[in-house]
């Protein structure tokens, strides 16, 4: 159930990309969701290769050349998707930096929705030297 609704986050965030940005074009929203199919799929088979084939200019920028990777990946799904097109590199690092806000605040709003608790675990004191 997560990853639906982290798909439909995608999805507006695409939708409201292409809203806001004028070279980011979506021709409906089966486009969008496609689009935001394929870049969950690029972000997460990808983006840890390419941040690592960069490493060192990456560091050298403090993280900066990560927007450059976002909107490159934003430019190979307009290229996989028909109905989604982004038209120029400043268009494409500007509507990535506007997805990656607008699906990061959207995220933060809902929750939790996978029911991860962050990766820490909850003990309890148990007695004297027994936790659980």
Not at 74 to 94: D, N
Request: aromatic residues 12%; charged residues 10%; glycine residues 10%.
């Amino acid at each position: 159930m997560g990853i639906l609704v982290k798909w439909l986050i995608l999805t507006v965030a695409v939708l409201l990309a292409a809203y806001t940005l004028e070279g980011i074009r979506v021709s409906g929203f089966v486009s969008a969701l496609m689009a935001a199919a394929v870049l969950g799929f690029l972000n997460v088979f990808f983006k840890p290769i390419l941040i690592l084939l960069t490493l060192p200019v990456n560091i050298l920028t403090l993280g900066f050349f990560t927007f450059l990777i976002n909107a490159l990946i934003l430019k190979m799904a307009s290229g996989v998707i028909p109905g989604f097109e982004v038209h120029g590199f400043w268009t494409a690092v500007f509507g990535a930096l506007l997805i990656s806000v607008v699906n990061w605040i959207l995220n933060a709003l809902l929750g939790k929705q996978d029911g991860n608790n962050g990766g820490y675990i909850e003990m309890k004191r148990q007695g004297k030297d027994r936790w659980e």
